[in-house]
């Protein structure tokens, strides 16, 4: 069965989330814990996470993906910075303990002004301190276009960081399509070769999430800004054939797009349904 949703807005709370999810025919979504330059976690009533997991229940929604915001870097070496990104990140997972099945996913930060090896370290310790033996959410790291300073821009460097983690059982990898595209990944021409340096070097068993996205800007730019599905350089064959990968059976996919109208979201979610060829 295709799991696939769209990037939502919380700012109603989780039942108008899933609402507007059903109201796509998506089975899963994606949303911010917080605003995403930073700020305080919204607040959460108990009544609408009850109300939230009937309705997921009776329409088959699953697998939520919660994105931390991406003021937080935990591979800084700036410890005021660093510091922020743990608390945020302590506090989600705590929050989140409350919604079974949901993934939460961050960004594994840059290296300003130390190695890459320094910011893959930082990045690994700041996991370590908030990643518990007994939690039932999954931590994925986002893959990065490589612009500018940024860590996480290939796979080396992710199983660097997942190696580096105590709980690394409690750990996966978000493929983002435009961000691997960026990176100079082609999953246009040679998605088996993509799909197979990410098993060698990380594990299938890792990839756990997928940004559906396609992109403004040619293989290897090193800039990841998204197009309307069908409109950029990877188009809309190239990511059903992701889509229908068998390797992927069974991963959640997201769509995010420049233009987040629900209108949008979903005439392209439809396309991708129709164009699903798996059970």
């Known amino acids: 069965m295709l799991t696939i949703g769209c990037h939502l807005s919380r700012r109603k709370g989780f039942l108008e989330m ?32 009850a109300a939230y997991q009937q309705f997921a229940q009776a329409h088959g929604i699953k697998t939520a993906l919660a994105y931390a915001p991406y003021s937080a870097d ?17 506090e989600d997972l705590a929050r989140l303990e409350q919604l079974p099945g949901h993934n939460y996913l961050i960004r594994p930060g840059s290296a300003l002004e130390e190695k890459p090896e320094a910011a893959i370290a930082e990045c690994a310790s700041a996991l370590n301190e908030v990643i518990t033996p007994q939690q039932t959410t999954r931590v994925l790291l986002d893959t990065m276009a490589g612009e500018g300073t940024q860590i996480g821009r290939n796979f080396e460097q992710l199983a660097q960081i997942i190696a580096q983690v105590k709980h690394a059982d409690h750990m996966g990898v978000c493929l983002d399509t435009a961000a691997v595209w960026a990176e100079g990944y082609d999953i246009v021409n040679d998605l088996d070769g993509v799909l197979d340096q990410f098993d060698k070097t990380i594990g299938l068993d890792k990839l756990l999430a997928v940004h559906l996205n396609d992109s403004k800007y ?11 599905i069908g409109e950029g350089k990877i188009g809309f064959d190239a990511l059903a054939a992701l889509m229908n990968s068998p390797r992927l059976a069974g991963v959640p996919f997201y769509l995010e797009e420049p233009d987040s109208t629900l209108v949008i979201y979903e005439h392209d979610i439809a396309r991708f349904q129709e164009a699903y060829t798996g059970k």
């Open 218 to 228: 040619d293989l290897g730019a090193h800039v990841d800004r998204h197009a309307r």
């Open 74 to 90: 935990p591979a800084t070496d700036h410890q005021n910075t660093r510091d922020f990104a743990i608390m945020v990140y302590a």
């Open 18 to 49: 899933a609402q507007e999810a059903a109201s796509v025919n998506a089975n899963t979504f994606q949303y911010f814990t917080r605003n995403p330059r930073g700020g305080a976690q919204a607040d959460e009533k108990e009544s609408d996470i």
